[in-house]
């Protein structure tokens, strides 16, 4: 059962566009401390953007933490991380980069959350990196994408989680002169009138909390489930959830990747077309440009906007942070904002299109494929799955 705190002001924020200068705005009017752990954090316009920003923050004597995954960061050269540090940024990075040579299965958990939590008095959650919206070759418009930022009552658990995050990626590095200075414990404020929650996803006491989130959301739902997800993967108990809710007369909808970013991935997760269309599920691909999107609306009152795929990476291996609004006001500008989306760039999925056996061969293959590599990569706990 996850805890929802009532007393926040919660604001949607479409794409870097909207993030990062609020992310700067409140790195500019920080007082004592930063906290900001990413996936990816890139050498490019918005990468640079921020850096200033932080090495602004630390200049002028606050405490700032950057913790960035071995992995998705892996591009980050050594010149760049070594003028925040230069400038009184601390950085570390949560597990080093997949080698191939000594590779071992515990590489896949990646940090791939998105947090930000400034002074415990403001914090942004999201699928959105540090990387600019174009970086993509041949993308237009920018990458379509969410996050929020939160005051109030929900920012005692959220910071609580940051700070704990980072300090056992110091204690596990042995960088215990990393170790931020204690904090008194942060009061649970009210801001606003927003009821909200922050769900996590690890490897120890939160491994489902997400995926069961969703699913109880799902089960509870009376009218109408919008789920935009950039990759899509779900396991047996999500779709029967879904077809569940479709079958009791729910209109689901799912708004999907519609270019190709991760062929094996993409095309496995269409093997499941046929079977939504089957049970009278709408899908809608985005095609405008690239989307990495991974929010949902259910009955216009329920939403959640954050990291987690529904897929297994994300449900199964990685670090993952999801906040969940019961608030009609925000549930009415996602969805608005989704289906203005839907209309302007993407493309319904035809059931007809999906009938022929050269339309599912090739989806199938790489199902199976995907299959195998989730029961190598996930110890066994991979049979939802299947």
Same mark, same amino acid.
């Given at each position: 059962?996850?805890?929802?705190?009532?007393?926040?002001?919660?604001?949607?924020?479409?794409?870097?566009?909207?993030?990062?200068?609020?992310?700067?705005?409140?790195?500019?009017?920080?007082?004592?401390?930063?906290?900001?752990?990413?996936?990816?954090?890139?050498?490019?316009?918005?990468?640079?953007?921020?850096?200033?920003?932080?090495?602004?923050?630390?200049?002028?004597?606050?405490?700032?933490?950057?913790?960035?995954?071995?992995?998705?960061?892996?591009?980050?050269?050594?010149?760049?991380?070594?003028?925040?540090?230069?400038?009184?940024?601390?950085?570390?990075?949560?597990?080093?980069?997949?080698?191939?040579?000594?590779?071992?299965?515990?590489?896949?958990?990646?940090?791939?959350?998105?947090?930000?939590?400034?002074?415990?008095?403001?914090?942004?959650?999201?699928?959105?990196?540090?990387?600019?919206?174009?970086?993509?070759?041949?993308?237009?418009?920018?990458?379509?994408?969410?996050?929020?930022?939160?005051?109030?009552?929900?920012?005692?658990?959220?910071?609580?989680?940051?700070?704990?995050?980072?300090?056992?990626?110091?204690?596990?590095?042995?960088?215990?002169?990393?170790?931020?200075?204690?904090?008194?414990?942060?009061?649970?404020?009210?801001?606003?009138?927003?009821?909200?929650?922050?769900?996590?996803?690890?490897?120890?006491?939160?491994?489902?909390?997400?995926?069961?989130?969703?699913?109880?959301?799902?089960?509870?739902?009376?009218?109408?489930?919008?789920?935009?997800?950039?990759?899509?993967?779900?396991?047996?108990?999500?779709?029967?959830?879904?077809? &569940? %809710?479709?079958?009791?007369?729910?209109?689901?909808?799912?708004? /999907? +990747?519609? #270019?190709?970013?991760? !062929? $094996?991935?993409?095309?496995?997760?269409?093997?499941?077309?046929?079977?939504?269309?089957?049970?009278?599920?709408?899908?809608?691909?985005?095609?405008?440009?690239?989307?990495?999107?991974?929010?949902?609306?259910?009955?216009?009152?329920?939403?959640?906007?954050?990291?987690?795929?529904?897929?297994?990476?994300?449900?199964?291996?990685?670090?993952?942070?999801?906040?969940?609004?019961?608030?009609?006001?925000?549930?009415?500008?996602?969805?608005?904002?989704?289906?203005?989306?839907?209309?302007? &760039? %993407?493309?319904?999925?035809?059931?007809?299109?999906?009938?022929? /056996? +050269?339309? #599912?061969?090739?989806? !199938? $293959?790489?199902?199976?494929?995907?299959?195998?590599?989730?029961?190598?990569?996930?110890?066994?706990?991979?049979?939802?799955?299947?």
């Amino acid at each position: 059962m996850i805890q929802f705190y009532d007393g926040n002001r919660i604001e949607l924020l479409r794409s870097g566009a909207e993030y990062f200068p609020a992310l700067a705005a409140a790195c500019d009017a920080a007082i004592s401390e930063i906290h900001l752990q990413t996936y990816i954090f890139a050498n490019d316009h918005s990468g640079r953007y921020v850096a200033e920003a932080l090495m602004r923050a630390a200049r002028r004597g606050v405490a700032v933490h950057l913790l960035i995954d071995g992995f998705g960061s892996k591009e980050l050269s050594a010149k760049f991380l070594r003028g925040l540090q230069e400038a009184g940024v601390q950085v570390l990075k949560y597990r080093p980069q997949i080698a191939v040579w000594r590779f071992r299965r515990t590489q896949l958990r990646r940090l791939h959350h998105k947090i930000a939590v400034v002074d415990a008095h403001v914090a942004f959650i999201g699928g959105i990196n540090v990387i600019d919206d174009m970086d993509t070759p041949g993308q237009v418009p920018p990458r379509f994408d969410y996050a929020v930022k939160v005051e109030g009552a929900l920012l005692a658990r959220i910071h609580s989680i940051a700070t704990r995050l980072w300090n056992l990626a110091a204690w596990t590095q042995l960088r215990l002169h990393k170790l931020p200075r204690p904090v008194a414990s942060v009061p649970a404020e009210r801001r606003g009138e927003q009821r909200a929650a922050f769900v996590v996803r690890d490897n120890l006491r939160h491994r489902n909390d997400i995926e069961n989130t969703y699913l109880a959301a799902i089960k509870h739902a009376r009218s109408e489930i919008l789920i935009a997800n950039a990759y899509f993967f779900p396991g047996i108990d999500f779709r029967h959830a879904l077809i &569940g %809710a479709a079958a009791r007369g729910v209109r689901v909808i799912l708004l /999907l +990747q519609g #270019r190709v970013e991760y !062929r $094996l991935l993409h095309y496995a997760s269409r093997a499941l077309y046929r079977q939504f269309l089957d049970a009278g599920i709408e899908i809608y691909e985005y095609r405008r440009s690239f989307m990495h999107a991974k929010v949902a609306v259910i009955d216009n009152h329920w939403a959640t906007v954050g990291s987690s795929n529904i897929d297994p990476m994300s449900l199964l291996l990685a670090r993952e942070a999801n906040v969940v609004i019961e608030d009609t006001g925000f549930a009415h500008e996602l969805r608005r904002s989704l289906e203005q989306a839907m209309m302007t &760039g %993407a493309e319904p999925v035809r059931h007809m299109e999906w009938q022929g /056996l +050269q339309t #599912r061969l090739l989806p !199938r $293959l790489c199902y199976e494929i995907v299959r195998f590599l989730i029961g190598w990569s996930s110890y066994g706990r991979a049979r939802d799955f299947t």
